[in-house]
């Protein structure tokens, strides 16, 4: 085993003879939280859609651990231990907010109290617990994006994939979820990447930054490298909003 | 104990009471119904049954079937014709009928669900799969084709080979009924049921934490297609015959929607109310419209009542009545 | 293979060809419906059924041959097609396939009980005095109504097709059944769009109507028949295009006459159901359709 809990492995994938992404290789490391940026229509939820199992790569290969799971059903994929938000956020909006976090600890809890009693106590930690009756579609976008994360949390994943939590939050909201992705991350030693536009949560958090553009990786490497690098400044002149 | 304890988990002590109350007036009734008031309980018990094994389907997993007459008719056709044919009484000759309906509906299912077919299409690949069965059926002699099977209908009571007066059929569908109740209550409260309602709600989300989709949509329409054997069955040898024409007619199939969709769709009680709603309205119109003598009259009433509750109270009867009278279940 | 039986043969295909283009005109009102609205008619056939009725009586009691009274009666249906939309449809558009399927359930009990109290449960056709002329084409003998139906069918598709193409109306209803959103967002006034086109599909339905009754005498019991008719050729020709609808139309029409030839009559609707099962599964968008579901 290479150290890595997460490797792509030279993954590509075409739509309809359009390349999406085009021999995409990095590595997360057990333990870190590492960034993937890059311009709108990138190719970075397609490469999540990959290690997720929504897409089956075309070349290529994703392994946890040192296992494939590229090819695997999505729900297999969280059996393995990845979980994911979705950018455009996916509540099961008939539940209650309780209830769709204890979908998610099913998964690792078939009881239903023991279930729904880990939900409550993940919704504690993201200051959703009040809200847990209400019906998830009744809640503000802020708190859909928090719901996501709960959810996806719910699972116990090793890996954590978070897909623009930040986007549409106040300044004090990201704030607040950085420092809560900090203190879980220190707390479990849970592994995150994240797609975010949010430059501000980005350097906060990341220590290794991946960006890809026009479905190909450009740049990687740290926060301070990425700031200083000549192709990720020519691709983002004009692109991003200066945190 | 646990069992019962998390059956009845967050349920207000009234609606528990109102519940054993229930219970207790639906064995008595037919001491204290004549023999018309028990036709009309064996029907509304009957629509409550299938609606219920249909709202697992809709209600919790949320695909659309428009086709159960196809595992109803299935159901009473191969117990009606073991019976029939080789005397094979309807108590063995149910495991057969619920197995071949369980196959029907393993291949409805994993086609339809195989090859992503979802909402309207996938309700009308149900709506194919039954007429197709309907017109083969038709041409089927040892079903009786076209011109149907009929049992003897006997006056003796038997009860080993299910013949026997209304009362009999009335404690076998109550038994149904009822039995049925606290099983959807059971599924529901476990992790099946649950992973059922986040299909409804977002497959994709759904299998993003887990949830084996395809596994749980298939178990959802293999205990529907059970159930609803189980209602052809007992319909079957109530009535005493069977035509391919009514047995998988497409009005059937609509028929078992209406109560859970008018009660209220995924709830436990909405098959339930829709039921007493739909048959009582029945009951009312029809004597209405014998007043008038104009046939289709009782139709007309039945879809203006559709009309109404459809456009006022488009989520079902019963979450309104849950509401008002404080039977819903308390947030935990 | 026998020439005799060749020849029977093409007439059935022929045969199925003219009722098809009949057919393809009904379809085409159930899927310019979805196609804009996403709603899916379960009340055609029972519209369907009203249109023929309206034939048959204007025949019966003023004389009037369905070939004339169509226009009428296709004017009379978008008006109630429009109003009916306006009334009770529009609330439902968005809300759960469930919700919308019961409201037009509840309508096609009323419409085909409506006919059943005012005709009666008996079948009831036309005689025309072209009952019983025909065409002749070297071998081929054509019925002299199933002709003149599907030129009418064809005509009438001609001229929506016009609408579609060249009026600013039509151009709209396009637009938004293509990309239901965008229409949204470029502002069209989609009540009124919703309302016009719901009109329009209850007149390509009204008129086929109208062409139907010269071909078969009409029961109210045919209703749930043509509705679920409708769904087959829209399926197979793809749910909201227009070329499907008619080529599903050609397809079914043609299918069901040769398994009557083939088969038995009673099993024609078999292989239509058959075909359909096979169209979903293969390809759920249909021969002409875009996109999948």
């Known amino acids: ?243 | 104990m646990t069992l019962l304890a998390r059956l009845t988990g967050g349920v207000p002590a009234r609606s528990l009471w109102g519940l054993g109350l229930l219970l207790v007036l639906l064995l008595v009734a037919p001491a204290l119904l004549g023999k018309y008031g028990l036709s009309v309980l064996i029907l509304v018990l009957y629509f409550a049954f299938v609606g219920q094994a249909w709202n697992i389907m809709m209600g919790f997993a949320g695909q659309l079937s428009l086709g159960h007459a196809l595992y109803a008719g299935v159901g009473g056709y191969i117990a009606a014709g073991l019976f029939f044919h080789y005397g094979i009484g309807p108590w063995a000759g149910v495991f057969v009928a619920v197995a071949a309906a369980v196959a029907a509906g393993s291949i409805v299912g994993y086609l339809g669900f195989r090859f992503s077919l979802a909402g309207v299409y996938f309700a009308l690949l149900t709506i194919a799969f039954s007429e197709f069965t309907r017109i083969a059926f038709d041409h089927w002699g040892w079903a009786g084709g076209s011109g149907g099977l009929f049992l003897k209908v006997d006056a003796t009571s038997d009860i080993l080979n299910l013949r026997g007066g209304p009362l009999l059929f009335y404690y076998v569908i109550l038994a149904l009924a009822a039995g049925t109740f606290v099983l959807c209550r059971a599924l529901l409260e476990s992790r099946l049921g649950r992973y059922w309602l986040a299909i409804r709600e977002d497959p994709e989300a759904a299998q993003a934490v887990g949830v084996p989709v395809l596994r749980c949509k298939m178990i959802a329409i293999m205990i529907s297609a059970a159930l609803t054997a189980l209602a052809g069955v007992w319909n079957a040898f109530y009535y005493n015959n069977l035509f391919p024409e009514t047995a998988f007619a497409m009005g059937r199939s609509i028929e078992f929607t209406l109560a859970p969709i008018i009660g209220g769709l995924g709830t436990l009680f909405g098959p339930i109310v829709g039921a007493v709603v739909l048959t009582g309205l029945g009951e009312i119109f029809t004597d209405l419209s014998e007043v008038f003598h104009i046939s289709g009259l009782k139709q007309i009433f039945y879809g203006l009542a559709l009309l109404v509750i459809v456009m006022y109270r488009p989520a079902g009867v019963w979450p309104w009545i849950a509401d008002r009278f404080g039977f819903g279940e308390k947030r935990r | 293979m026998t020439a005799d039986f060749l020849l029977s043969l093409a007439q059935a295909i022929t045969k199925g060809l003219l009722t098809g283009m009949v057919y393809g005109l009904m379809a085409l009102g159930l899927s310019v419906i979805f196609g804009v609205m996403r709603v899916v008619n379960f009340a055609h056939g029972e519209i369907m059924v009203v249109g023929m009725y309206l034939a048959w009586m204007g025949f019966e009691y003023l004389q009037v041959s369905p070939m004339l009274s169509l226009p009428v009666i296709a004017l009379i249906f978008f008006g109630a097609g429009y109003a009916l939309q306006r009334v009770l449809i529009s609330p439902f558009i968005g809300r759960p396939e469930h919700q919308q399927f019961l409201l037009l359930l509840a309508i096609a009990i009323l419409l085909v009980n409506a006919c059943l109290v005012v005709a009666g449960p008996d079948s009831r056709g036309i005689q025309l005095e072209s009952q019983f002329d025909s065409y002749e084409l070297g071998p081929f003998v054509f019925d002299a109504v199933r002709v003149h139906a599907a030129l009418t069918a064809v005509v009438i598709a001609g001229l929506l097709w016009l609408f579609f193409t060249r009026t600013r109306t039509g151009k709209s209803i396009r637009a938004a059944a293509d990309n239901n959103l965008g229409a949204l967002v470029v502002g069209l006034d989609v009540r009124r769009l919703y309302a016009f086109t719901f009109g329009v599909g209850a007149a390509c339905v009204g008129a086929a109507g109208a062409l139907m009754i010269t071909i078969i005498p009409v029961t109210p019991f045919l209703a749930a028949e043509y509705t679920l008719l409708a769904f087959v050729i829209v399926i197979v020709g793809g749910l909201g295009s227009m070329t499907g609808a008619l080529a599903g139309g050609l397809l079914i029409g043609v299918s069901e006459a040769v398994a009557g030839l083939l088969l038995q009559p009673s099993l024609k609707s078999m292989v239509s159901f058959g075909i359909l099962i096979l169209v979903l599964l293969l390809r759920p968008q249909g021969l002409f359709g875009k996109s999948g579901p």
């Open chain 1, 1 to 243: 085993m290479s150290g890595a809990r997460l490797e792509l492995d030279g993954i590509g994938k075409s739509f309809r003879g359009l390349r999406a992404v085009h021999d995409v290789s990095f590595d997360v490391p057990a333990g870190a939280i590492n960034a993937l940026i890059g311009p709108n229509g990138a190719g970075k939820t397609t490469i999540f859609n990959m290690i997720a199992g929504v897409y089956r790569p075309d070349a290529g290969s994703v392994r946890l651990d040192g296992r494939q799971i590229s090819g695997l059903r999505p729900d297999l994929v969280c059996d393995a231990g990845v979980g994911r938000t979705f950018q455009i956020v996916k509540p099961f909006k008939g539940l209650s907010v309780l209830e769709n976090v204890t979908v998610g600890a099913l998964h690792r809890r078939p009881a239903l109290p023991e279930a729904r009693a880990y939900a409550a106590d993940i919704l504690m930690q993201l200051g959703l617990h009040d809200r847990r009756h209400q019906a998830a579609e009744s809640l503000t976008l802020p708190d859909r994006k928090r719901l996501e994360v709960a959810r996806a949390l719910a699972t116990e994943p090793k890996l954590l994939l978070l897909d623009e939590v930040m986007a549409g939050l106040r300044p004090t909201e990201i704030d607040v979820m950085v420092t809560f992705l900090q203190e879980l991350n220190r707390r479990t030693g849970l592994t995150i990447l994240l797609i975010e536009h949010v430059m501000r949560a980005v350097m906060a958090l990341a220590s290794n930054i991946v960006v890809v553009s026009y479905g190909e990786k450009i740049a990687e490497g740290t926060p301070a490298e990425i700031a200083r690098h000549q192709a990720v400044l020519d691709v983002y002149l004009g692109e991003a909003e200066p945190a």
